[in-house]
C-alpha cells in the first residue's frame, strides 16, 4: 500500500477565476494559471514517497459552460507542468452528486486503483468540501487558508496561508 496525497485542483494547482465575486474555475487553457510553487509542491510529494492524485469537481461540465473537450485541455496542461499521477473528476452539477466532495468517491475510487493507505494520507484543498471529503475518507486535512475560505479556517487538520508552507510542512512528513 502506498500513503497519498490528494489535491484539490482550483486554489490549490492553479488560480481561481473569480466570477460574481465567487471562487471558479477556469473555463479554458487560456484561464488556466498554474499556482506559483505548485510545482515545489508537487515534486516535495513525490520526493517524499506519496503519490499525488488530484481530486477536482468541475460542475461547469454537468452546466454546460465547460466542454469536457476543453477541460481535458486544461489537464493535459495540468499534467505536463506538474507530475502529478492522476486527475479525478467529478462533473456534475448537482450539489446531492455522490461523486462530488464533499463525498469520498472520488478519494475512494483512487484507493481501489492505487492501493492507498490512507491511514498516511493527506488531502489538501481550500474549501470545506476538501476537508469534508478526507475526514470522510479517513485520511488528515490540510487547508490553504485564504479570504475566501474564511468559513472553513480551523477545521482541517492543519492550517497554512501559502504553498510554501504547505511545502515544508510536508517536507517533514
Known amino acids: ?18 466570477r460574481n465575486g465567487k471562487p471558479a474555475s477556469p473555463r479554458s ?25 488530484v481530486v477536482t469537481n468541475q ?8 466542454s469536457e473537450t476543453e477541460l481535458n485541455k486544461i489537464h493535459k496542461v495540468i499534467k505536463e507542468t506538474l ?20 463525498n469520498p468517491t472520488m478519494l475512494l475510487a483512487a484507493g481501489k486503483v492505487w492501493d492507498i493507505d490512507y491511514a498516511k494520507s493527506w488531502i489538501i484543498g481550500d474549501s470545506i468540501k476538501d476537508i469534508v471529503a478526507g475526514r470522510k475518507a479517513g485520511i488528515s486535512t490540510i487547508l490553504l487558508k485564504t479570504e475566501y475560505n ?7 487538520d492543519k492550517q497554512f496561508c501559502s504553498i510554501q508552507e504547505i511545502t515544508k510542512h510536508i517536507k517533514q512528513l
Not at 150 to 156: G, K, L, N, V
Open 1 to 18: 500500500m502506498k500513503p497519498c496525497i490528494f489535491l484539490d485542483r482550483d486554489g490549490i494547482l492553479n488560480q481561481v477565476i473569480f
Open 29 to 53: 487553457v487560456g484561464e488556466l494559471l498554474v499556482m506559483p510553487h505548485a510545482l515545489e509542491l508537487v515534486n516535495t510529494i513525490k520526493l517524499r514517497g506519496y503519490l499525488a492524485i
Open 59 to 66: 460542475p461547469d461540465v454537468g452546466r454546460g459552460f465547460l
Open 83 to 102: 507530475p502529478v499521477d492522476c486527475i479525478y473528476t467529478a462533473f456534475s452539477g448537482e450539489k446531492d452528486d455522490p461523486t462530488r466532495k464533499p
Open 150 to 156: 474564511i468559513e472553513a479556517h480551523d477545521m482541517a
